[in-house]
């Protein structure tokens, strides 16, 4: 059985399996992968690079199938944690924005959303730099079956190719907040899900 809390949800954040995981929506030229170097981002070899029309792509991850319950996330609403990084060729710039968006078991009913205002990062930087967006969603409400992540990027100068924002080491982790005062009582309660489940 997996582990549920506490690790990234998000398969393949930076790029090293190509597109693998993620659902595409063209524009311009889509998405395609560029390696960088470790001191760009440290311990990030490779991001995602948009083009010169919005180009869109996103993640869905099924929270039943990642290991969590019914109950837990209904009763107690475990935090969910967004992490996000962000850049450009420094020398052209680039525009991003994220959307997140909890969904309920039909993924059509959004419970919960997150939406980023829309970020330029501008040409002629002197230095390679990297913008970090982080969002927590908690007392979201009963319902959560489903997370999904959107990215969307495209170029300042509209340029053919793979001039525009750069996405990487995109993370979605879920964690467990239990009062000090239940915490025992309420670990009783988890094993005793886990081990029903795991059956």
Known sequence: MKEPFNRNLIRNPCGAEGLRHWHVIKGGDGWSVKTISEEDLTGIKSTFVSSFYWSEKSQTIDLIKEGFWDSILDKYQPEIVINDWFSAYKQWGGTYWMLIQLLGKNKHRVIKEYKTDIRVMETGQPLQ????????????????????????GKDVLFWKGHFGAWVSNSSVTVRLRIPEELAMEDEKVIRGASSSKAQ
């Open 129 to 152: 730099q990297w913008d970090q967006v982080t969002h927590v969603f908690r007392d979201y409400g009963p319902g959560v079956r489903y997370i999904k992540l959107i990215h969307n």
